[in-house]
T-cell receptor
Framework: DTEVTQTPKHLVMGMTNKKSLKCEQH?????MYWYKQKAKKPPELMFV???????INESVPSRFSPECPNSSLLNLHLHALQPEDSALYLC????????????FGPGTRLLVL | AQKITQTQPGMFVQEKEAVTLDCTYD???????LFWYKQPSSGEMIFLIY??????QNATEGRYSLNFQKARKSANLVISASQLGDSAMYFC????????????FGKGTKLSVKP
């Protein structure tokens, strides 16, 4: 089983709202990622969690706040977003095997009005 | 500098024919991994195939095979017997050794399969 789940699938929010994206995996992977993807572009890395600790923050604005409550769960808290933050947000987890393959969830399509 | 290049923004292929999607990479690391992902319009990134830099044989997974030419730094994806469901964006990606598994993506190739 290589399933990563993400909720919600779609999210519309105003610039003053607070919302959260959720990502879950039960494959025993110890590294999890958040990516942002704009239309017709490759994914851009935002955050990496390794063993539940934030190991990489790719200079992401503070209006995005990641959280890793346990090894299976990853959240992305959103506050005071801008319209340019509208994008597909992808979560991934990394296999500990030799290939270190990243498995992605279905994504959350976010629209900021 | 680490880089992945996909030179074909769009490709068309007739159903049931084979198609090759090009990918070249640039790295000075001796240890790296190469991946192909498929992204349909629904958005999910689907892992297709992996090739390690020390693997002697080309990787194969069902209808997908990776034509790995290390000296030329190319890792082309070959899809045999194309199906309508293969229409999607395809991304080539590279993982550097010791980089926490972080991936560098190419710009992608949009494949359209014609009936």
């Amino acid at each position: 089983d290589t399933e990563v789940t993400q909720t919600p699938k779609h999210l519309v929010m105003g610039m003053t709202n607070k919302k959260s994206l959720k990502c879950e995996q039960h494959m025993g992977h110890r590294a999890m990622y958040w990516y942002k993807q704009k239309a017709k572009k490759p994914p851009e890395l935002m955050f990496v969690y390794s063993y539940e600790k934030l190991s990489i923050n790719e200079s992401v604005p503070s209006r995005f706040s990641p959280e890793c409550p346990n090894s299976s769960l990853l959240n992305l808290h959103l506050h005071a977003l801008q319209p340019e933050d509208s994008a597909l947000y992808l979560c991934a987890s990394r296999d500990r095997g030799g290939s270190e393959t990243q498995y992605f969830g279905p994504g959350t399509r976010l629209l900021v009005l | 500098a680490q880089k992945i290049t996909q030179t074909q923004p769009g490709m068309f292929v007739q159903e049931k024919e084979a198609v090759t999607l090009d990918c070249t990479y640039d790295t000075s690391d001796p240890s790296y991994g190469l991946f192909w992902y498929k992204q349909p319009s629904s958005g999910e990134m689907i892992f297709l195939i992996y090739q390690g830099s020390y693997d002697q044989q080309n990787a194969t997974e069902g209808r997908y095979s990776l034509n790995f030419q290390k000296a030329r730094k190319s890792a082309n994806l070959v899809i045999s017997a194309s199906q309508l469901g293969d229409s999607a964006m395809y991304f080539c990606a590279m993982r550097r050794g010791g980089s926490q598994g972080n991936l560098i993506f190419g710009k992608g190739t949009k494949l359209s399969v014609k009936p």
